[in-house]
């Protein structure tokens, strides 16, 4: 994707396409398990923090972590073989920078109709699913951190929890836009992609980094030196 988006060559390989999608899917459902994952142990940690090391031990943490890669294969390796077992004759040109579930639909010569309701309910109940499950989470930690007398440690709570919901929100967003339309729109599908997959990474950093002191101080001490550079 990054090759063609240089400006490269526009040209893949049957099988880099069926790879394309494979792991597109299966680090997007391995992220959104990990997003449930996380406020499971954010519940654990602002509900039950005295029994925190307990419930959330080395073995339990392995297990988990283990669980949203497997999960993760399962899910992309059924929509792949879902999406790949269609007959492809016609135009070979996937009018997209790479290879998705929507695109490939659309090159395939056979009724494409019970396929795409199966990809439909299946791509949207898991993020469903997760995110109903990081709701449980966060009602629970709301809940919680309202029985907090001191107004201090209901704002380290919730500051606890912000660089997560903002994660889950710039992780969700895209899904909703782009699986999850009744009628797709290519250009508004191209654009949010980009930012997905483009922007939301490189800003992944920055949400979970300026919450630490250390890096908070850092970066302020650079841009004091930045804004007082002498001119040349």
């Known amino acids: ?101 929507p695109v490939m639909l659309k090159l395939a010569c056979a009724d494409t109709t019970a396929l795409e309701m199966v990809g439909f309910i299946s791509v949207g109940l898991m993020p469903l699913s997760c995110f109903l499950l990081i709701l449980t989470s966060y009602s629970c930690i709301v809940c919680s951190i309202l029985q907090i007398r001191s107004s201090e440690g209901r704002r380290r709570a919730f500051s606890t929890c912000s660089a997560h919901l903002t994660a889950i929100l710039l992780s969700f967003m895209p899904v909703v836009l782009i699986y999850l339309q009744p009628t797709p729109n290519p250009w508004l599908n191209a654009t949010v992609q980009v930012l997905n997959n483009l922007v939301t990474p490189m800003l992944n950093p920055l949400i979970y980094s300026l919450r630490n002191k250390e890096v908070k101080s850092s970066l302020t001490k650079v841009l004091q030196q930045v804004a007082f550079l002498p001119e040349k």
């Not at 499971?40 to 988990?64: E, G, N």
């Open 1 to 101: 994707m990054l090759f063609y988006l240089s400006g490269n060559s526009r040209a893949i390989s049957y099988g880099g396409c069926v790879s394309q999608l494979f792991f597109y899917h299966f680090l997007g459902c391995t992220e959104c398990f990990l997003y449930t994952v996380m406020a499971y142990d954010r519940f654990v940690a602002i509900c039950h923090p005295l029994r925190y090391k307990i419930i959330m031990s080395h073995r339990v943490c392995a297990i988990l972590a283990t669980g949203t890669s497997f999960f993760g294969c399962i899910q992309a390796t059924f929509l792949t073989t879902l999406t790949f077992q269609l007959p492809f004759c016609g135009p070979r040109e996937v009018d997209y920078y790479f290879c998705d579930i």
